[in-house]
């Protein structure tokens, strides 16, 4: 992601906090096509023209921002409104404002106070946007030890230190396994993470990583695996109001989904054991990217996670929904994690194929 050098400074990353009217939205389309501005008042500006009802793809034909960029600056610079908010150094604040919205965008799934431990160790130590990944996940997984580990203290070096110490344990291939102990050594913060990351120049063993426990990937194969889901009135006898109360359901695919007016909605589930046997469950639609280890993030089919909230209590062989109070995430912990657990993962739902939704609803097919 590409960010301009700027001569301005607060006009340009000013928030707008009301709806822009003709001519500013215009301004702003303006703005975006002439590249004016830094990189924080574009990604505001996508964000207040998306927001009066202007399409992604509107917006990149009349400023020739992708709808992938647009998405990327807003919500870089929303990341960006979180990290000014805490405490740091004006030197953090001024680079910020003018470029490394690329970094700010991998920061996103850190809480706010990680968020700018990141920043500043980003321009510290001059990262790339590949190093800012592996930063973001030293910090994510760090967070989640109920205890530091032995020798390492709670400095951002040595979350990230041990996140290379811990990945050189497990290699095998000298050069590889070098490379690792450098890049430990680089960001170890205290002397004993520095000694014992030096300690795996002298000892070659090889700690096997533990795998992830397969994920519980189910499809649906016939039809007789899709309920059809209908609104209950109540038990006779019942009035006339009581049965028009009931509302319109329409199932929305792929998993026959159905909403209504008020709060809440339904998805019809088969009724597998592993249903049965749950005791709170609950449906949230995700796509595969959002889940770790999945084998395929790069598919677009949505899925269905369907995750016990009645129970909350950890083990190593299990995925959990948790969450650090801002936002809810699926993740797999080796160790009892410190942040919040809302439920276990039961399963994981993918739709049925359908090759011709036509077929099953004409009256004169019959199986002979």
């Given amino acids: ?37 830094t990189w924080v008042s574009w990604g505001r500006a996508c964000q207040a023209l998306q927001k009066a009802g202007r399409s992604p793809q509107n917006i990149f034909e009349d400023t020739g921002f992708e709808p992938i960029h647009q998405n990327q600056l807003i919500v870089a610079a929303q990341v960006y409104d979180s990290v000014m908010k805490a405490e740091v150094s004006e030197a953090v604040r001024s680079h910020f404002t003018e470029r490394g919205s690329d970094l700010l965008y991998e920061i996103r799934v850190l809480s706010q106070e990680d968020r700018a431990r990141a920043a500043v160790f980003a321009l510290d130590n001059d990262l790339d946007t590949e190093a800012m990944k592996d930063v973001v996940k030293a910090l994510k997984e760090y967070g989640y030890r109920k205890q530091l580990p032995s020798h390492f203290t709670e400095a951002t070096g040595d979350a990230v230190a041990y996140h290379y110490w811990k990945l050189a344990r497990q290699q095998s291939e000298l050069q590889a396994r070098s490379r690792l102990i450098a890049q430990g050594l680089r960001f170890a913060a205290s002397p004993t993470a520095r000694q014992q990351i030096e300690k795996l120049l002298t000892d070659f063993s090889v700690v096997k990583a533990r795998p992830a426990p397969t994920l519980p990937v189910y499809r649906l194969e016939s039809d007789g695996e899709l309920p059809y889901l209908i609104p209950v009135a109540g038990a006779l006898p019942l009035s006339p109001e009581e049965f028009q109360a009931v509302p319109v359901t329409v199932p929305e695919e792929p998993f026959g989904i159905v909403k209504f007016s008020g709060t809440g909605a339904w998805a019809p589930i088969p009724g597998w054991q592993v249903i049965l046997q749950a005791e709170d469950p609950i449906g ?60 276990r993962l039961v399963l994981v739902l993918r739709p049925k194929h359908i090759l011709d939704e036509n077929y099953t609803r004409e009256i004169y097919q019959f199986e002979e």
């Fill in 1 to 37: 992601m590409v960010s301009p050098q700027s001569s301005n400074s607060d006009p340009d990353v000013a928030p707008v906090d009301v709806a822009p009217v003709d001519e500013q939205l215009e301004a702003l389309t303006l703005q975006l096509r002439r590249k004016k501005g």
């Fill in 284 to 343: 949230i639609l995700a796509q595969p990217h959002q889940i770790p280890n999945v084998t395929n993030p790069d598919s677009k089919e949505q899925v269905l996670l369907v995750v016990d909230r009645g129970q909350r209590a950890w083990d190593d062989m299990s995925y959990f929904l948790s969450t650090d109070g801002t936002t809810v995430t699926l993740q797999w912990f080796d160790t009892e994690p410190t942040v919040k657990i809302l439920g």
